[in-house]
Nanobody, 120 residues
Framework: QVQLVESGGGSVQAGGSLRLSCAAS?????VAWFRQAPGKEREGVAY???????TYANSVKDRFTISKDNAKNTLYLQMNSLTSEDTAMYYC?????????????????WGQGTQVTVSS
């Protein structure tokens, strides 16, 4: 079974940048980043398939970039121009279903999460 371990969260001022990493222990077809702020539902941020196709939530498009290093089995999320609205716990998730979309129920495997806090 695939295991996911996130790292790279922290505190940053508005306008700053952070890069999150997620180390995966095995092959996955679809890997994604989700986030959840206190009192809000889990929200899809971006996904990337094994073929390199990507999709972003409108709220992060043109600010965040998802990528992966297949040799290292590691997923990344580069976050630029951060605002207080980006404050949340960020999770990476993965599955091997033959499709990829930002729907939490599709994902069988989740990391433990990494906190991102943006101060204004």
């Amino acid at each position: 079974q695939v295991q996911l371990v996130e790292s790279g969260g922290g505190s940053v001022q508005a306008g700053g940048s952070l890069r999150l990493s997620c180390a995966a222990s095995g092959y996955t077809y679809c890997v994604a980043w989700f986030r959840q702020a206190p009192g809000k539902e889990r929200e899809g941020v971006a996904y990337i398939t094994s073929k390199g196709s990507t999709t972003y939530a409108n709220s992060v498009k043109d600010r965040f970039t998802i990528s992966k290093d297949n040799a290292k089995n590691t997923l990344y999320l580069q976050m630029n121009s951060l605002t207080s609205e980006d404050t949340a716990m960020y999770y990476c998730a993965a599955h091997n279903l033959p499709w990829c979309r930002l729907v939490p129920a599709d994902f069988r495997t989740w990391g433990q999460g990494t906190q991102v806090t943006v101060s204004s």
